[in-house]
């Protein structure tokens, strides 16, 4: 009798509360034994038994991989039960979005909280992208993980990107229109890409079939594959990095705890407080809808979706092909070759690579905020390349010398940091890193926000949307 109620008095409280829901003994006599014992196994499918106790610090991965699973979870569920009152033609799309608003169960709940997912999706994934980046979790044995990962980010994207037509409204059509015109810069086969995937010409019917096949199945099906990939790499590579001080040397043999209750405990309380901020938030904020999608009528100015605006930006300074193709691409092909590029295995596990690394991330972050704002200005109102090379084609004028002259200012800021600051190339590569990811951040809040009619630069008071 004592020694049972010192046994109870050793475990701490979730634990017991835990085993008293979950854990039957390990023989089981009754359903209930064997169906809690399956949900154990199911759970450890996904996870070691066991975990170094280090990794289960909250402020190494913020739990963001585990959010963005979830949130794949709430996104097909929502999804599913939206497509019970959806059709995708264009003559019927919007009236079932308005019936579903109106007329269904929490129907316009439903789609708030679809929409709102779906957007926290896309921040999430990219949170958990940095979160890697700056503990250095892509370094081997990891690095083939990262490139998955970034496919994972790309039909992220993309899933989101076909979701937006589907209310055919007029923020989707033309949000559409703008985003599929980037395909035609595609050099020899931009026009022929766009026309596979408008199913035509302009965005009509046939898209809206196209995205609505690729939205509710080639997409989430091939992001359930790749995921599931996802997972049993992390696992096959020993787990999430494990974190230590910049000049701490880790013991080969790291304190171990049991994965049940200690990580899946956690999982289930990050899990809850986004679930319950989600529900809270859509049942405020409703998903927007304009008016039905009217092809004769342009809203002035047509935006992208808003993760597409930083290269909407850029289209307003450089030639299509190099804001639409080369700089993405060029953007996509860096990060995916960036383990392979950069393999310094010292810093890995340190936020930030080093105390010195920090600073430095600091200071680019300050010289993005201060210097993107000036250079858009200065293109805006000074800068004239077209008018000054006239004799060369604007691919080149407009294009490869304005992209050559930032070349040659990241170049130049990448040798300046490493000097000023004696920095090891991995903190320099980092604080390059965050000066171009700022840099886009920045040109992305200025295209949302700071765009009118036209898209002329204007105070965020003054911007309306004409017609
Ligand atoms: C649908 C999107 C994604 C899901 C569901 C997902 C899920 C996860 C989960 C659950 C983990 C382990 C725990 C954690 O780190 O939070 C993880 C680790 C990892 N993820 Fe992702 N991820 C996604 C996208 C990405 C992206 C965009 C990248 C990078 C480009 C990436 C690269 C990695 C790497 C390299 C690891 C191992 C990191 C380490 O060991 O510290 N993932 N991911």
Redesign the pocket.
């Known amino acids: 009798m004592k020694q049972a109620k010192k046994d109870v008095a050793d475990t701490s409280f979730l634990q017991r509360m835990w085993e008293s829901i979950f854990r039957g003994p390990l023989d089981p006599q009754t359903d209930r034994e064997r169906k809690l014992m399956v949900l154990d196994s199911l759970i450890l499918h996904l996870h070691p038994t066991t975990i170094a106790e280090r990794t289960l610090k909250l402020t190494?991965?913020?739990?963001?991989?585990?959010?963005?699973?979830l949130?794949?979870m709430v996104l097909v569920f929502s999804g599913v039960m939206l497509m019970f009152n959806y059709t995708p033609s264009p003559d019927q799309a919007y009236n079932d979005i308005l019936n579903l608003q109106t007329q269904v169960w929490f129907g316009q709940l439903m789609r708030n909280i679809h929409h709102w997912a779906g957007n926290l999706?896309v921040v999430v994934?990219?949170l958990?992208?940095l979160?890697?980046?700056f503990?250095g979790?892509?370094n081997m044995p990891?690095?083939f993980?990262?490139?998955?990962?970034?496919?994972?980010?790309l039909?992220?994207v993309t899933a989101n990107f076909t979701g937006y037509l589907l209310p055919w409204d007029q923020l989707a059509y033309w949000a559409i229109t703008v985003g599929t015109g980037l395909i035609t810069y595609v050099p020899l086969l931009g026009n022929w890409i766009q026309t596979v995937v408008l199913g035509g010409p302009e965005v009509g019917a046939a898209t809206l079939l196209n995205f609505y096949s690729l939205h509710i199945a080639i997409i989430p099906i091939s992001?359930l594959i790749?995921?599931s990939f996802?997972?049993f790499?992390?696992r096959k590579?020993?787990?999430?990095?494990t974190p230590r001080a910049p000049d701490e040397v880790l013991e080969k043999r790291q304190p171990k705890v049991t994965t049940v209750p200690h990580l899946v405990t956690r999982e289930l309380v990050v899990g809850l407080v986004m679930m319950i901020a989600l529900l809270l938030f859509a049942m405020w904020v409703d998903a927007p809808l304009e008016g039905v999608a009217n092809p004769d009528v342009s809203p002035n100015p047509a935006k992208a979706p808003w993760y597409f605006m930083g290269f909407q930006e850029l289209l307003l300074h450089f030639h299509p092909f190099v804001a639409a193709i080369i700089l993405p691409l060029g953007a996509l092909f860096t990060?995916a070759l960036l383990p392979y590029l950069e393999p310094d295995m010292d810093a890995t596990?340190v936020w930030f690579r080093s105390n010195k690394g920090r600073l430095m991330s600091v200071v680019a972050t300050l010289i993005a905020i201060i210097s993107t704002p000036i250079l858009v200005i200065t293109d805006e109102y000074l800068l004239d390349f077209v008018g000054w090379l006239p004799s060369l084609p604007t691919i080149l004028s407009n294009g490869f010398v304005p992209l050559a002259l930032l070349m040659l200012a990241v170049v130049g800021f990448y040798e300046l940091m490493k000097h000023l600051f004696r920095a090891s190339r991995c903190e320099t590569v980092q604080a390059t890193f965050v000066l171009l990811f700022v840099a886009f951040l920045i040109l992305m809040v200025i295209g949302i926000w700071f765009r009118g009619p036209g898209m002329v630069l204007m105070w965020p008071s003054e911007v309306g949307v004409s017609h």
């Open positions: 190494l991965t913020w739990g963001l991989g585990g959010m963005a699973t949130l794949t999706m994934v990219v958990h992208m979160r890697v980046f503990t979790g892509f990891r690095q993980n990262w490139v998955m990962g970034l496919l994972l980010l039909l992220t992001l790749i995921m996802h997972f790499r992390v590579d020993g787990g999430v990095v990060l596990g």
